[in-house]
């Protein structure tokens, strides 16, 4: 009879502990894993501003598209040009110095003559390309560190003219590209944020098919 009521007496005070330890415990807390992964998600405005970001803007549409050899005039009240798309190659690249994996260099051979009375300054911002979908591509600058391709451009004084090449990164199977040159990009970028923007100022770019 005593060793039963021992017993008895035993369970009772373990279970008792139990109810008493369970009460006691900490509240649950959300898992480690999943605060990591919160704290680490962008918002989705994030995550829009990043991409577009790293998108090149879609440029507007060119009026008339012209052909490789022929000589363009872009004469407006800014500006005295003649515009010549030479010819294109390729470029594997060279040690370090090469496209990304699955694309290509396409190296544009271009001619720009100053016919008017001030000196004029380009940059490669005048320069993009586009494909067959629209799809547009920034000049590859990492290409103007290799030794043999000279950039056409800074700036042309009166009665003089550049030649060299504008280098492009894109998709190995991309074809039916357009290059897009853009005399007045650094004052057209400017005028949209002025408070009266020029009406006399051409911002509409000069197409030239680079596939023959």
Same mark, same amino acid.
């Given at each position: 009879m005593n060793q039963q009521l021992r017993t008895c007496t035993g369970w009772t005070a373990i279970t008792s502990l139990l109810i008493l330890t369970t009460g006691c415990s900490a509240p649950k807390s959300v898992p480690e894993s999943s605060q990591s992964s919160n704290a680490a998600s962008p918002s989705a405005s994030d995550r829009s501003s990043s991409s577009t970001a790293l998108k090149p803007a879609i440029p507007p549409s060119p009026k008339s598209t012209h052909s490789i050899g022929e000589a363009v005039a872009i004469k407006e009240q800014n500006l005295d040009l *003649?515009?010549? /798309?030479?010819?294109?190659?390729?470029?594997? $690249? =060279? $040690?370090?110095?090469?496209?990304?994996? @699955?694309? !290509?260099?396409? +190296? /544009?051979?271009?001619?720009?003559?100053? !016919?008017? !009375?001030?000196?004029?300054? &380009?940059?490669?911002?005048?320069?993009?390309? #586009?494909?067959? %979908? %629209? %799809?547009?591509?920034?000049?590859? &600058? &990492?290409? @103007?560190? +290799?030794?043999?391709?000279?950039?056409?451009?800074?700036? #042309?004084?009166?009665?003089?003219?550049?030649? $060299?090449?504008?280098?492009?990164?894109?998709?190995? %199977?991309?074809?039916? &590209?357009?290059? +897009?040159? =853009?005399?007045?990009?650094? *004052?057209?970028?400017?005028?949209t944020t002025a408070p009266q923007p020029s009406e006399s100022l051409n911002c509409q770019p000069i197409a030239i098919k680079l596939n023959r």
């Open positions: *003649q515009f010549t /798309v030479n010819g294109t190659r390729e470029h594997p $690249g =060279k $040690g370090v110095i090469k496209p990304n994996r @699955g694309h !290509k260099w396409v +190296l /544009v051979d271009m001619t720009i003559a100053n !016919k008017g !009375k001030e000196p004029k300054t &380009l940059s490669v911002v005048s320069f993009q390309m #586009i494909d067959s %979908n %629209n %799809n547009p591509y920034e000049v590859a &600058l &990492l290409a @103007g560190a +290799l030794e043999e391709v000279e950039s056409p451009t800074g700036e #042309i004084s009166p009665g003089e003219q550049r030649r $060299g090449e504008v280098t492009f990164e894109v998709p190995e %199977n991309t074809e039916n &590209l357009t290059l +897009l040159f =853009k005399p007045n990009s650094s *004052q057209c970028e400017a005028s």
